[in-house]
């Protein structure tokens, strides 16, 4: 198993994805139009200081899984300290998965093998990251708390695919990115990314 070859997916309202795609980029300090991260969240990311310089808070987030844990709770009903009140009022079918590889969005990468911000929490990049991807597979073989933390911004032509819930949602993101034009992931409908455990 190789970091840069690990599929990874970050998940975004489908209101923020106009943004990315008119910026060509997903970006660290992008100020989203629907912000599902609660104030508690940020702040934890913004005090976890990386031993490559900056902060989680500086790096783009992906998941290692389309069932990752935190996303789970986000389309379950947003319970808990991570989640804003937009959260908590968002339809899980109003969300987009953009996919792509860790060694597309670029050769900086961190792999954290839990939630980024908890205390006890891992870090590591290159040869070291690749060993603590391999020793987390071995623990939670579906990766479902681990991150990939990319060097800021990565640009929207790293994602090959964007999934969404329904033809609906679909036909509205192809129709997007027929708008803006630039990059043009594929856009397919994976249903079961947006059910509820």
């Known amino acids: 198993m190789l970091l840069n070859t690990q599929r990874v997916y970050h998940v975004t309202h489908l209101r923020n994805l106009e943004a990315i795609v008119i910026d060509e980029a997903i970006r660290s300090d992008a100020a989203p139009e629907v912000d599902v991260s609660s104030s508690t969240t940020r702040e934890l990311r913004r005090s976890v200081e990386l031993a490559t310089g900056g902060t989680v808070a500086d790096r783009v987030p992906f998941q290692l899984s389309p069932n990752a844990s935190r996303w789970n709770e986000l389309r379950s009903g947003a319970a808990g300290v991570h989640w804003s009140d937009a959260a908590r009022t968002a339809n899980p079918l109003e969300f987009v998965i953009l996919v792509t590889s860790a060694g597309a969005v670029g050769p ?56 969404v819930a329904n033809e609906p949602v679909r036909d509205q993101v192809r129709q997007l990115l027929a708008d803006v034009g630039g990059a043009a992931p594929k856009v397919a409908v994976y249903p079961p990314w947006f059910q509820a455990d």
């Open 108 to 163: 900086d990468v961190i792999f954290a093998n839990g939630d980024a911000a908890a205390p006890a929490t891992r870090f590591a990049a290159g040869d070291d990251g690749t060993a603590l991807l391999r020793a987390t597979f071995a623990l939670d073989p579906e990766l479902l708390d681990a991150e990939l933390l990319a060097a800021a911004p990565v640009p929207f032509s790293a994602i090959t695919l964007v999934g």
